[in-house]
């Protein structure tokens, strides 16, 4: 049974920092890309970040890029999205999903998501 579980969201100041989980099970980590995405009250669903399966590149959205880092640890079955200099129009519920071999940050290329995490930016 493939799951994903989110975790690390929270309230934090703007310019402040989080770092969030996504607990892989059901499935080889490593042989899927694993794709980070958000949504707001009121918008659709975008895509943040993403790690390919093949060699571990990461693609980010340009609203995020050079803020937010996404790794993997296949030994712990987990992926990461470090957060850092936080904004409030990063506020969000925080998805990550099971994609396919190589890196997407399109919506339509994942099958499995997980339950999502709140993230808040606000002083």
């Known amino acids: 049974q493939v799951q994903l579980v989110e975790s690390g969201g929270g309230l934090v100041q703007p310019g402040g920092s989080l770092r969030l989980s996504c607990a892989a099970s059901g499935f080889t980590l490593d042989d899927y890309a694993i794709g980070w995405f958000r949504q707001a009250p009121g918008k659709e669903r975008e895509g943040v970040s993403c790690?390919?399966?093949?060699?571990?590149?990461?693609y980010y959205s340009d609203s995020v890029k050079g803020r937010f880092t996404t790794s993997r640890d296949n030994a712990k079955n987990t992926v990461y999205l470090q957060m850092s200099s936080l904004k409030p129009e990063d506020t969000a519920v925080y998805y990550c999903a099971r994609g396919g071999f190589f890196g997407s940050l399109s919506v339509t290329d994942y099958d499995y998501w997980g339950q999502g995490t709140q993230v808040t930016v606000s002083s």
């Open positions: 790690i390919s399966s093949s060699d571990g590149t990461t």
